[in-house]
């Protein structure tokens, strides 16, 4: 049996990961659950999985009474020790945001399979993950469709074989529109996601292409390949889910209808491939015709500013990513327009993109400096809306 602890339970990822689960119940144990606050929603799933352990993210929620074998924490040091405890052997850290560094490393230095679905851990602390492998003697499958694509396409085949690798992006549900378009659409449009069933934030960030941008820091990091050497591309029927060139050119692409549960089943079998009576069988007439278009920059400028802040390492990573995540949340919530996303992100990067990152407190000055810029930058915005509502 594997023994799985699952970070970010109530989650979309989360959720899919207990149905693959349950599926498997000969194969994966779950010894523990977290989430960030859900607590109803926590409770529910500790009656069904009886983990040894249940953890609530935040300090100052109440706890549900005991019973049964469950044992349940709160706070970060509850949340690590769930992490790097010797009874795990696999811990999937689907948890959002920037509080998913600490346990991301906490698992790997520890010597556990990470399974990983948090862009931030990678992209705000990508050394620092690197690190913490090597360190522990953990390893990082990634469950993030392109990843594991890219993952599966060069499975047996060293790394100086590979020449590029090409992300595919669905282009979410303004594809097509003019910035000046993008102006009049709202969030109830945004969150209409044309494949995937995502939660608020990665469906947000997947109309942006800021998701792709974050993927593209993940490749860095995942696969030590230099940036020059990623590339996106838009693909609207959401089946090719990455390629992988080689150097004597040829190509090799991984395919599946959109579902987040084959890359989770993969990240909790690798390398074995797991027998599953759900997931569907690919029918290509089916799924034609395949198509593919360029990146519209000028329409979303959040790519091209997440890939430059890669590129531009140290702690711009880090603020792109808190600026992000301000953003959408100002965008939510009706603050500002779906295009000013980038100008706040921007902003911030203008004013502490730079620096270098040692360790998690470096990533947590970072992270803090960039959300206070752009809750500044957001809020220099919120009028224009205001004005013209």
């Known amino acids: 049996m594997i023994r799985v602890a699952i970070l970010g339970s109530t989650g979309s990822i989360g959720r899919s990961a207990l149905e693959v689960i349950a599926r498997h ?42 019973g049964g074998r469950t044992v349940w924490a709160s706070g970060r040091s509850a949340l690590l020790d769930v992490a790097e405890d010797p009874e795990v052997d696999v811990v999937l850290n689907a948890l959002v945001g920037a509080v998913g560094l600490e346990p991301t490393l906490a698992a790997l230095r520890a010597g556990h399979r990470l399974a ?11 050394e ?34 590979i020449q590029r690798v090409v992300l595919t992006a669905s282009g979410g549900p303004f ?64 089946v090719i889910h990455s390629f992988v060139e080689f150097v004597d050119g040829s190509v090799l692409a991984q395919l599946g209808f959109p579902t987040m549960e084959l890359p989770i089943l993969y ?4 390398p074995e491939r797991v027998d599953d009576p759900v997931l569907r069988t690919y029918d290509p007439v089916r799924a034609s015709p395949l198509t593919f278009e360029e990146i519209d920059h000028a329409s979303f400028p959040l790519f091209g500013l997440g890939a430059e802040a890669g590129r531009r390492g140290g702690c711009a990573p880090v603020v792109y990513n808190a600026a992000n995540e301000i953003a959408v949340q100002a965008f939510l ?26 360790d998690v407190e470096d990533v947590s ?12 930058a957001a809020r220099k915005l919120t009028g224009r809306v205001g004005a013209s509502s």
Not at 116 to 126: F, H, M, Q, R
Not at 208 to 216: F, G, I, M, P, R
Not at 366 to 374: F, T
Request: aromatic share 6%.
């Open 25 to 66: 119940a000969d194969r994966f144990e779950i010894v523990a659950l977290a989430a960030n606050r859900s607590a109803e929603e926590l409770t529910a799933q500790v009656r069904r999985f009886q983990p040894a352990r249940a953890v609530l993210c935040h300090d100052g929620l109440d706890l549900p009474n005991g």
């Open 116 to 126: 990983l679905a948090n862009k931030e851990s990678l992209v705000a602390g990508g």
């Open 128 to 161: 620092l993950v690197m690190e913490a492998a090597a360190e522990g003697g953990g390893e990082v499958v990634p469950i993030d469709s392109e990843h594991s694509a890219i993952l599966q396409c060069r499975e047996g085949y060293p790394a100086s074989s």
């Open 175 to 238: 594809r097509g529109m003019t910035r000046d378009e993008l102006w009049r659409v709202g969030p109830d449009e945004a969150l209409r996601h044309p494949t995937w069933d995502m939660g608020a934030k990665i469906t947000i960030d997947s109309a942006t292409l800021a998701n792709k941008a974050l993927e593209v820091i993940e490749a860095h990091y995942l696969y030590g390949l230099d940036y020059d050497a990623i590339d996106a591309v838009i693909h609207p029927q959401s």
């Open 267 to 270: 990240a909790l079998s690798y």
């Open 333 to 358: 919530e009706g603050r500002i327009r779906f295009p000013e996303m980038a100008d706040v992100v921007s902003e911030a990067l203008g004013r502490v993109g730079d620096g270098q990152i040692g």
């Open 365 to 376: 000055s970072a992270d803090r400096e960039g959300r206070e810029a752009a809750v500044e």
